[in-house]
């Protein structure tokens, strides 16, 4: 549920195929996100899910499984 | 009307060079939020003259170098607009002395208000216009932020402070089809520069090329070419507006 959430919000903003976003994809290597791309996604995520994400916190965000962790364990959902 | 369905918040237009960018900029066809800190009867003044020529427009009150104040005034204009195209940042206040003479507290008074405010602004400004893929922050510089000037060390270094800051974001949004761009005005009449002494405006006077003073709507009908889709292709500029002062 998180997952699919998550995947369109990244379909969303980085304009990807939904096809293309699994656990392992990396927003940089894979899914050809830059730095201020990383910044939208996290604002994005924080606005669904209705949570501060720390700056770093968000530094050790890489993958796709990295935010649905992440997610899973802060979210007051 | 070129700017026909824009929204645009000037800061500090309650009067002088603010004032004639809020008019302008509405004559154009944006809806203009008018900011202002202290002035409110003026600032309603300004709407009142933008709303007799069939525009619309609203008075929003902030203190520009207050974080809180800059997100409840972007939240009023996002509430009333719906929407924010075109950020002027030109509030600006002076508190001149000599080096030596200069108080600590003048220094982080103008520095607040004419650097931090528009980091402030321009922060609250990007988060909309990023996710909008466009934009158009428009800076107000000075003269004396390139050239210097004795008795404004601390307006000098917050107006090349600003140039330094708008070139770093419009690197940073060019990505985002956001024109980061600043004027820069030489002496323009306004209460600002009514203050001086007349001997410093003889002397101001000769170094004008132009051999006159600069009007408000000099700078404004620039920062309207700037808000413009005229101006698409140009970003990371200063543009002198002060009778040829700065070659």
Redesign the interface.
């Known amino acids: 549920m998180i997952f699919e959430k998550v995947r369109d919000i990244i379909v969303e903003q980085l304009g990807v195929d939904a096809e293309e976003v699994t656990l392992d994809s990396k927003f940089i290597d894979d899914l050809g996100a830059d730095s201020l791309d990383i910044v939208e996604l996290i604002m994005a995520l924080e606005e669904e899910f209705d949570m501060e994400i720390p700056d770093e916190d968000a530094e050790k965000i890489s993958t796709v499984g990295d935010v649905v962790e992440y997610i899973k364990a802060h979210s007051k959902e | 009307m070129e700017l026909e369905g824009r929204t645009a918040l000037v800061t500090g237009a309650s009067r002088g060079i603010g004032r004639a960018i809020a008019v302008y900029l509405a004559e154009l066809g944006a809806q203009v939020a008018v900011n202002y800190s202290s002035s409110e009867q003026r600032a309603i003044e300004v709407v009142e003259a933008i709303k007799e020529k069939g525009g619309r427009a609203i008075a929003v009150k902030a203190d520009v170098s207050n974080l809180q104040e800059v997100e409840a005034m972007f939240e009023k204009v996002l509430n009333e607009f719906g929407d924010l195209h075109i950020l002027v940042n030109n509030a600006g206040i002076t508190r001149d002395a000599l080096l030596i003479r200069m108080k600590q507290e003048d220094w982080d008074a103008v520095l607040d208000t004419n650097l931090k405010g528009v980091y402030n602004c321009s922060k609250a400004a990007a988060?909309i216009m990023?996710?909008k893929r466009r934009g158009k922050i428009i800076n107000i510089s000075s003269v004396v932020g390139v050239a210097g000037n004795a008795g404004q060390s601390n307006y000098a270094a917050a107006k090349a402070g600003v140039i330094g800051f708008s070139k770093a974001i419009a690197r940073?949004l060019a990505?985002?089809n956001i024109q980061v761009n600043v004027v820069a005005p030489g002496f323009i009449e306004t209460d600002m520069t009514a203050a001086l002494p007349e001997s410093i405006r003889q002397e101001m006077l000769k170094q004008i090329p132009l051999g006159r003073y600069g009007d408000p709507m000099d700078v404004a009908y620039v920062v309207g070419f700037l808000a413009s889709d005229k101006s698409q292709y140009i970003t990371g500029q200063v543009i002198h507006v002060d009778g040829g002062m700065i070659m």
């Open positions: 988060k990023i996710k940073e990505p985002r």
